[in-house]
C-alpha cells in the first residue's frame, strides 16, 4: 500500500460519499464571518446548497490574491445569470485566524469590489482546523494551503475541486451542473460517484522490488525524444522533484516553471546529479516532445530537468500513480511532489511558495529529514 501518508502538507482523508449525509462528515463549527456574523457553517452556509470554498489568508502574497480575486469575479458573473438560475454561496475559509480578524477579512474582501454572495470566515483555531481537516484541506504551513476550489451541492452529496485558477464561466458551470443533478447521482457506484476529491497523499516507497511493481516501470518521452522508463530511469534511486504542466497554459504553469527555474539555479550542478527535476505534461495530445523542447528552452531548462510526454494512456497511468490525475488539463495540480525514492519519503510542497522555501524542502528530502 504507496499511499500511506505524507510528511508535509497532509490532508486527512474524509468521505463525502454520494449519499452520504454531508451534515455527519461537516462539523457545524461556530465562526464569524467579515461582518462580525456568528454562524454554523454546515447549517447556515452549507446545508441544502450549492457551494464554493476556498481557503486564504489575508498576508498571503502569492495564490491568495488570485483566489480573491476569483470568488469575487465568479461572484459578479453569477449574479449576470437569469433570474431563478441556482444562486451559489461563496465562502473563504482564513487558514490564520489568530491573524485574520472580521475586520481584517472585510478589507482584505473590499480590495476586489462589489461581490454579492460571497463569505469570509474566520473563528478561533480549533474550529478551524476541525473545519479543514474535514474539507480536506488541513496543512501545518499555511503557506502551503490548497489553491482549489472546493465545490458541492449538499442535497445530493456531489463534491469534487476545481483548479483556482479556472476562469469565473468554468466555475459557474461547474457549480450549476451540481445544482442540476439529479438524485441518480446518489445512487452511482462510490468509484464512479462524484466524491470529495482530495488528492492521494504522496507514497512512500517501502523497496524496490514494490515500488517498480507499482509505478509499472511505464514508458514516457523527454523533450529530445527520447523513450525513458518512468520508474527505472528516472526515480530509482533519486531523489526527484515533480510538477504537472502543459506548453500552451495560461495560467498557474508560467509560475511553476518560473519557481523551477529559480530552484534549478539555486542547486546548480546538483541538478542531474543530487537531484532530477521532472514536469509531466496533463495534455500529451498536444504536447509533443518538438513542443516541450522549446518550452523548455525557453524556461532555461538544463541536463537534469526532464518534461516528459508520450502515449496519452501511458502519462495518464503516470499521474495516477502519483495523485495527479485530471480529466481537465486546466484542473491540474499547482502542487509540487519531492521524493527520496531509496529511503521512501515523499513530502508535497506548494509550488507557488518562495523558491527558498521549495529548496528547504528539497535539502529536507535529500537529507530524509522527517521531523
Known amino acids: 500500500m504507496f499511499f500511506k501518508r505524507l510528511f508535509f502538507a497532509c490532508i486527512t482523508s474524509v468521505a463525502f460519499l454520494s449519499g452520504a449525509r454531508a451534515a455527519d462528515a461537516i462539523p457545524d463549527v461556530v465562526l464569524q464571518d467579515q461582518n ?21 489568508f489575508t498576508r498571503c502574497t502569492t495564490v491568495c490574491p488570485q483566489l480573491g480575486a476569483s470568488s469575487a469575479a465568479l461572484a459578479r458573473y453569477l449574479a449576470t ?14 487558514i490564520d485566524p489568530e491573524t485574520d480578524t472580521p475586520e481584517r477579512l ?3 474582501r473590499e480590495n476586489f469590489g462589489a461581490a454579492p454572495g460571497w463569505t469570509l470566515l474566520t473563528g478561533s483555531r480549533h474550529e478551524i482546523d ?25 442535497a445530493t452529496g456531489e463534491w469534487k475541486r476545481v483548479g483556482g485558477s479556472a476562469t469565473p464561466a468554468k466555475l459557474a458551470e461547474a457549480l450549476q451542473k451540481l445544482a442540476t443533478s439529479s438524485a441518480a447521482t ?22 524496490d522490488t514494490a515500488a517498480a511493481r507499482y509505478f509499472a516501470d511505464t514508458t514516457l518521452i523527454d523533450q529530445n525524444g527520447k523513450q525513458v522508463h518512468f520508474y527505472s530511469d528516472l526515480l530509482k534511486g533519486k531523489v526527484v522533484v515533480i510538477t504537472t504542466i502543459f506548453a500552451d497554459c495560461g495560467g498557474v504553469c508560467p509560475l511553476v516553471i518560473e519557481r523551477l527555474a529559480k530552484v534549478q539555479a539555486k542547486l546548480g550542478d546538483r541538478v542531474g546529479r543530487d537531484v532530477t527535476l521532472i514536469s509531466i505534461s496533463v495534455d500529451p495530445v498536444n504536447d509533443t516532445p518538438e513542443r516541450l523542447l522549446a518550452y523548455s528552452r525557453h524556461a532555461g531548462a538544463k541536463p537534469g530537468w526532464y518534461f516528459l510526454t508520450g502515449e496519452k494512456a501511458n502519462v495518464e497511468l503516470v499521474l495516477k500513480k502519483l495523485g495527479q490525475y485530471v480529466a481537465s488539463r486546466d484542473d491540474h495540480s499547482n502542487l509540487i511532489i519531492i521524493g527520496n525514492e531509496p529511503t521512501g519519503l515523499w513530502k508535497k510542497a506548494f509550488a507557488l511558495a518562495p523558491s527558498d522555501q521549495i529548496i528547504e524542502i528539497i535539502e529536507g528530502v535529500l537529507k530524509d529529514d522527517r521531523t
Open 36 to 56: 462580525g456574523r456568528t454562524v454554523k457553517f454546515y447549517s447556515d452556509l452549507v446545508k441544502g446548497r450549492v457551494v464554493a470554498v476556498n481557503f486564504i
Open 81 to 94: 445569470l437569469p433570474s431563478g438560475a441556482p444562486s451559489p454561496q461563496i465562502i473563504s475559509i482564513s
Open 106 to 108: 472585510r478589507t482584505w
Open 130 to 154: 476541525t473545519l479543514l481537516n474535514a474539507l480536506q484541506a488541513y496543512t501545518p504551513d499555511k503557506n502551503l494551503h490548497s489553491s482549489t476550489f472546493l465545490i458541492g451541492n449538499d
Open 186 to 207: 446518489r445512487e452511482a457506484p462510490a468509484e464512479k460517484s462524484a466524491a470529495l476529491e482530495a488528492p492521494p497523499v504522496a507514497p512512500v516507497i517501502s523497496s
